[in-house]
């Protein structure tokens, strides 16, 4: 058996161990078992990259398999992976390990729960494997699907808008990559739906690039919050249990920019190189409204909704601008952002879980009470705001480095138009976590809070040792990253 064919099989032996299990010991013991071999699954398959790398192999994609499906559309089981598939299967690992134990408390249907939660890694794990158009887009639609029943059952505050609005809108946006697929395949002439044998022949009519790659890289950029269509996002966000915000935003909306990467921009070149421009603009007004939009919020969930918009704002910015500082960045920054908003949102989940609040204005004073979970508070605000030595400044300064090397006006201007969106970032953050942890607490019944339990320790702490190690030792994970970028670059260079 293929070796990437454990980041699926893993999930479904763990689906039917859920399914099975009696009693909520059994249930934890099979989460944590399955999260754990996904995480060292995923430890394992770095160092396997690393050292074939070394050695070597200059094969754009690594550990491949492929077994026909389907033969009278040629759609096959067609998985590899490069730096940036590897990257993102050990982010996804962790974000899954750790919404483990955020969740290791949550009633009711527990069972049912983590049934849903673990069909959505799945599809996460899957997509990332994936290099048949099919089957990227089937992993797609199984990792969108459980979204509306995690919301709408086990979320909070308007979960029935929030778990429509969000699944209308990035079903939509699924049509709309349907399409732009179907064209693609049936455009190029191909005998297949391999992404790297449609990009050899190279042979998409640029008439045609110039109608499929505006939607497919809008139907991967609604689930990226491309401007207008993120308002799904902070909803949904809002609503969503803890390790489901964590995973959504941690994961999930990094499926948008790897797609737009991998599929639009790599298979239609030309089509990227010509219409750039538009999707620029509209990136450049996702990165500085949602920065905007963070400042005057007052619920905690919706404060990290629209900060990520604003950053997977820059992660689609960074793939238009053509060369490979900025493209490498993005990939930083959708490691960096994953890790820092599922800390973030881990962190707000378990203040919720006391104070039974997320209003800004009914918190004051948690350190105090909650010195644990306040410093790491403050950990992933500093994050956030791009403090050296920490994820956010790498990859913040790696696309700005990246978007600047454009020498014409156009591109520079908005380059520091979404430079600015650093000082608003640190303006909210600074104000936010003044606000909420320090001074003197005014609610009586705050005065009686506990802080962090062992498993809130323990998924707080392994992210915030990510955090902290990307942004101290970026080199290994940027050269990694850089190698698999340069194909697609290359591609996108007139």
């Not at 391999?194 to 950029?221: D, R, S, V």
Request: charged content about 10%; aromatic content about 12%; overall charge neutral.
């Amino acid at each position: 058996m293929n070796f990437l064919s454990i980041f699926v099989l893993i999930p479904l032996l763990m689906l039917a161990g859920l399914w099975a299990a009696r009693g909520i010991k059994a249930i934890r013991g099979v989460m944590v078992t399955g999260a754990s071999a996904l995480l060292i699954a995923s430890v394992v398959l770095t160092f396997m990259y690393l050292g074939e790398r070394s050695a070597g192999n200059t094969a754009e994609m690594l550990f491949r398999a492929d077994t026909l499906w389907y033969a009278p559309l040629h759609i096959s089981y067609s998985v590899g992976v490069d730096g940036i598939s590897v990257a993102m299967l050990l982010l996804s690992a962790v974000i899954v390990f750790t919404g483990t134990f955020a969740s290791w408390r949550l009633q009711p249907l527990t069972k049912e729960y983590f049934l849903w939660f673990t069909l959505l890694s799945m599809g996460v794990f899957g997509f990332f494997i994936s290099i048949d158009l099919f089957t990227m887009f089937m992993f797609y639609e199984i990792a969108l699907i459980p979204m509306y029943l995690l919301i709408g059952v086990w979320g909070s505050g308007r979960k029935e808008y929030a778990a429509m609005k969000l699944t209308l809108m990035l079903m939509g946006g699924s049509a709309f990559l349907l399409i732009g697929i179907l064209g693609i395949y049936f455009g190029s002439g191909a005998t297949t739906m391999n992404l790297l044998e449609i990009a050899q022949l190279h042979n998409i009519p640029f008439a045609q690039q110039c109608i499929w790659f505006p939607l497919t890289f809008l139907g991967f950029g609604v689930l990226g919050a491309l401007f207008p269509f993120h308002t799904w996002s902070p909803d949904g966000h809002a609503s969503a249990p803890t390790a489901v915000s964590m995973l959504h935003a941690g994961v999930l909306m990094k499926l948008g920019g790897y797609g737009c990467f991998r599929i639009a921009m790599y298979l239609m070149p030309e089509a990227a190189n010509e219409l750039s421009w538009i999707f620029l603009i509209l990136t450049g007004i996702s990165v500085v409204y949602g920065a905007f939009s963070a400042c005057v919020q007052t619920d905690l969930k919706y404060i990290n909704a629209y900060s990520s918009v604003s950053h997977c704002g820059l992660v689609l910015f960074a793939i238009l601008m053509l060369n490979q500082t900025a493209a490498t960045g993005a990939i930083l920054q959708m490691l960096s952002h994953g890790l820092m908003t599922a800390l973030f949102f881990a962190l707000i989940g378990m203040i919720y879980g006391r104070t039974h609040t997320r209003d800004v204005r009914e918190l004051t004073g948690l350190m105090k009470v909650m010195p644990f979970l306040s410093v790491c508070y403050v950990i992933a605000g500093l994050a956030n705001l791009g403090l050296p030595g920490l994820s956010g400044f790498i990859a913040e300064m790696t696309i700005f480095v990246g978007s600047f090397q454009n020498n014409d006006v156009f591109h520079r201007t908005l380059t520091i138009i979404a430079c600015s969106s650093i000082v608003i970032t640190a303006a909210y953050i600074l104000r936010l976590v003044g606000k909420i942890l320090y001074g003197t607490c005014t609610n009586k019944h705050h005065l009686a809070l506990t802080d962090a339990t062992w498993d809130e320790r323990v998924a707080v702490i392994c992210l915030i040792v990510c955090v902290a190690g990307l942004g101290m030792a970026p080199f290994w994970v940027s050269h990694m990253i850089g190698e698999s970028v340069l194909p697609v670059v290359s591609q996108l260079i007139p």
